[in-house]
Each structure stands twice: as structure tokens, then as C-alpha cells.
């Protein structure tokens, strides 16, 4: 849930009289905030900037408000202010990155393994996993991927210690003779 961007007029614009200048600015801003939210949450990366692109709009707006002739464009109006804003702030965003000639690749850490080898050994361990039967295959993943205990698992699974641990033991020597992870150690 967003809080209303901008629901009453600024005290600057209340002449003496304590009536507000624009009393159909905060009518306006009531009926169509939903609207001009989300064509600004459409300019946007995030609902923050979203809000704060039409908070920026919206003050352009009031500040026009006794300019503006034809109050049945006002919706035009506005969301022209929220693309003019919003061209605006991403042309004077700051560039971080720069053209070079070579490559900056970072250098290689001694000992470290390669981020795709050890992804197809993820996808080797799976493949074999997916191998085992359903009760094996359940007692191997809670007791390894879940990391529960195996008195945890016994109690997940509705069966001894024991029983645990004699199928992980089972499965864990099938794991060790699976040829795709054999290949791959």
C-alpha cells in the first residue's frame, strides 16, 4: 500500500483567507493519483522512485495550475511533467562505466574452483539424486540439503533412526558409484 503522494495543497499557497488557492488541485490529486502512480511506476525501476517522479510532477502542476486553460487535459498535463521529470534526472544520471581497450578480467584466486565446473557438479549430483528410489531420495535431501538430524528425519518421514540411517547409508554407496559423479571428481 503507497501513501497519497500529494493530498492537500502547500501552506505557501493559502492566502490569508484560509481558504486554499486551488481548491480542485486536491480533488484532482485524490480522483487520479491511482492512475498517475502507475503510468510513473512505468517511467520506473522501483515504487519509490515511482512516487517520488510524481510527487516531483505533481509540484509542477500546482505550480502551473493557474496556467493551465483546459483542466479536461490535465491528465495529459501531467504525465507529460512525469516523462519531461523523468528524461530529465535520467540525462543527468552519472555514467560509471567507462570505454577501454582491454578487458578488465578479474585475476584468477589460487585454489578456487571454477563457478561453471562446480555447476555441473551440482547438476551431475541431481542428475544421480534423481536416480535413487523415493524413500532414499527423501532421506538423502533432509538429511543433507535440509541438514536435518536423523532423528529429524526419522520423525519427518515416520520411521526409525535406524531405517535412516541404513538407507542413507545405501544411497550415499550408490551416490559413490554413480558414473556421472565418479567422471566428475
Known amino acids: 500500500m503507497t501513501t497519497p503522494v500529494c493530498t492537500s495543497v502547500s501552506k505557501a499557497a493559502v492566502p490569508a483567507t484560509g481558504t486554499p488557492a486551488y481548491p480542485s488541485f486536491a480533488s484532482y490529486v485524490r480522483a487520479r493519483q491511482p492512475l498517475l502512480l502507475r503510468t510513473a511506476r512505468s517511467l520506473t525501476a522501483n515504487p519509490s522512485d515511482a512516487e517520488d517522479l510524481l510527487q516531483t510532477a505533481l509540484t509542477k502542476t500546482y505550480v502551473a495550475w493557474e496556467r493551465i486553460e483546459d483542466h479536461r487535459a490535465l491528465d495529459g498535463y501531467v504525465r507529460r511533467a512525469l516523462l519531461n521529470t523523468r528524461t530529465s534526472q535520467w540525462r543527468k544520471r552519472k555514467v560509471d562505466e567507462f570505454a577501454c581497450d582491454e578487458l578488465p ?24 539424486i534423481m ?31 535406524g531405517t535412516v540411517k541404513s538407507a542413507v547409508s545405501r ?15
Do not use: C, F, I, N
Not at 578480467?105 to 544421480?128: F, H, K, N, S
Not at 544411497?171 to 571428481?185: C, H, I, Q, S, T
Open 171 to 185: 544411497a550415499l554407496g550408490k551416490l559413490r558409484e554413480d558414473p556421472e559423479l565418479v567422471r566428475v571428481r
Open 105 to 128: 578480467e578479474p585475476e584468477p584466486v589460487p585454489g578456487a574452483t571454477d563457478p561453471a565446473e562446480q555447476q555441473a557438479l551440482r547438476d551431475a549430483m541431481w542428475r544421480a
Open 131 to 161: 536416480k535413487l528410489p523415493a524413500r532414499q531420495r527423501a532421506m538423502v535431501v533432509l538429511r543433507y540439503y535440509e541438514d536435518l538430524s536423523e532423528v529429524q528425519t526419522a520423525e519427518v518421514l515416520g520411521v526409525s533412526v
